[in-house]
Every structure is written in structure tokens, then in C-alpha cells.
């Protein structure tokens, strides 16, 4: 959800944000994977997250990272690995047949933005994407489903 909340912020960046990051009411800071600088508001919703955990002895603001003198990349990546396994459990138990993964939260921010109706270069912006280009090439890849969907209505009116 923290993820959603942040307009769809990967999981690299969430485990690197540091304390330092969120002052006067937002959060700031650069893409992993471009280098762009985003700014995203601080709400009472992600406020709520991260008050569920206990304060941590490290730099980072989210629970992802929480040792000093850990190797940074080690951590992020087993942490990566074990909540993508708990989601495939809470896929199993929930009974929903969806492949649930950490950039599940990216893909429905941007198909929520999409279905609002919100312009193409705002949901770049809100991902990150170095080009508009780049974010049809994404919702492009998110819109099967819609269309399947479309063919069903339509192959049941045939009959």
C-alpha cells in the first residue's frame, strides 16, 4: 500500500529513502532508476504505515533497511525476495488468480490514473518516466486485460 500511496514509487526507491528525505510535509527524492527528482506530499495515510512500526536505528525512513553496517544492496534485495514471497501467499489464501509482486502497486497506480481519466503526462510524471513515451509503452502493457475483457462481451453477444 506504502508503495501505492507514493504514486506507484518502486521498491528500490521506497528501501532507500532516508529520514532526511520527508520534511515539510513531503517527500523528496531522486529515481533510482533516471536520476529525476520527484516530490510527492506526505499524507495521513502513509503517516499510519509507517507508525505501525517501531522506529529504526538506520538512516532509512521505511522498515526495509534497518541495520547500520549492513550491506545496503544485500538487504534491499532479501527484503525484495521475502515480501514478494508473502504476497504469492496472500495471493493463494485471498484465492485471486494474480501474480502479486511489489510492482504490482506501480502498475495499478497507473491504471488507476488512467481509468480517472488523468493525462498521460501527469501519470509519467507521477512514475518517474523519462518520457511519455515510455508510459504509453507501460499502459499499453497493462490494458490487455480491458481488452479481454471487451472481446468476452463481445463474443457473448454472438451467441
Same mark, same amino acid.
Given at each position: 500500500?506504502?508503495s $501505492?500511496?507514493?504514486r506507484?514509487?518502486s $521498491?528500490?526507491d521506497? *528501501? $532507500?529513502?532516508k =529520514?532526511?528525505?520527508?520534511?515539510?510535509?513531503?517527500?523528496t527524492?531522486?529515481?533510482?532508476?533516471?536520476g529525476? #527528482?520527484l &516530490?510527492?506530499?506526505?499524507?495521513?495515510?502513509?503517516?499510519? +504505515?509507517?507508525?505501525?512500526? @517501531? /522506529?529504526?536505528?538506520?538512516?532509512? %525512513?521505511? @522498515?526495509?533497511i534497518?541495520k547500520?553496517?549492513t550491506?545496503e #544492496?544485500?538487504?534491499?534485495?532479501? *527484503?525484495?525476495?521475502?515480501?514478494?514471497?508473502? !504476497? =504469492?501467499?496472500?495471493? /493463494?489464501?485471498?484465492?485471486?488468480?494474480?501474480?502479486l509482486? #511489489?510492482? &504490482? *502497486?506501480?502498475?495499478s497506480w497507473?491504471?488507476?490514473a488512467?481509468a =480517472?481519466? +488523468? @493525462? !498521460?503526462? &501527469?501519470?509519467? /510524471?507521477?512514475?518517474g518516466?523519462?518520457? /511519455?513515451?515510455?508510459?504509453?509503452?507501460? %499502459?499499453?502493457s497493462l490494458?490487455?486485460?480491458? &481488452?479481454d475483457?471487451?472481446?468476452?462481451l +463481445?463474443?457473448?453477444? !454472438?451467441k
Amino acid at each position: 500500500m506504502m508503495s $501505492f500511496y507514493l504514486r506507484g514509487m518502486s $521498491f528500490i526507491d521506497m *528501501a $532507500f529513502l532516508k =529520514k532526511s528525505d520527508l520534511r515539510n510535509g513531503s517527500v523528496t527524492y531522486r529515481r533510482h532508476k533516471t536520476g529525476q #527528482l520527484l &516530490v510527492i506530499a506526505w499524507t495521513d495515510e502513509m503517516q499510519l +504505515i509507517l507508525d505501525k512500526y @517501531p /522506529e529504526n536505528g538506520s538512516d532509512y %525512513l521505511l @522498515p526495509i533497511i534497518r541495520k547500520r553496517g549492513t550491506v545496503e #544492496l544485500y538487504a534491499y534485495r532479501n *527484503a525484495g525476495y521475502n515480501i514478494n514471497r508473502s !504476497l =504469492k501467499k496472500v495471493a /493463494e489464501r485471498a484465492g485471486i488468480d494474480v501474480h502479486l509482486t #511489489l510492482y &504490482v *502497486a506501480r502498475h495499478s497506480w497507473a491504471s488507476a490514473a488512467k481509468a =480517472k481519466g +488523468i @493525462p !498521460l503526462s &501527469v501519470i509519467s /510524471e507521477g512514475l518517474g518516466h523519462d518520457s /511519455e513515451a515510455t508510459t504509453q509503452i507501460y %499502459l499499453a502493457s497493462l490494458d490487455t486485460s480491458l &481488452v479481454d475483457n471487451a472481446n468476452s462481451l +463481445i463474443l457473448e453477444s !454472438l451467441k
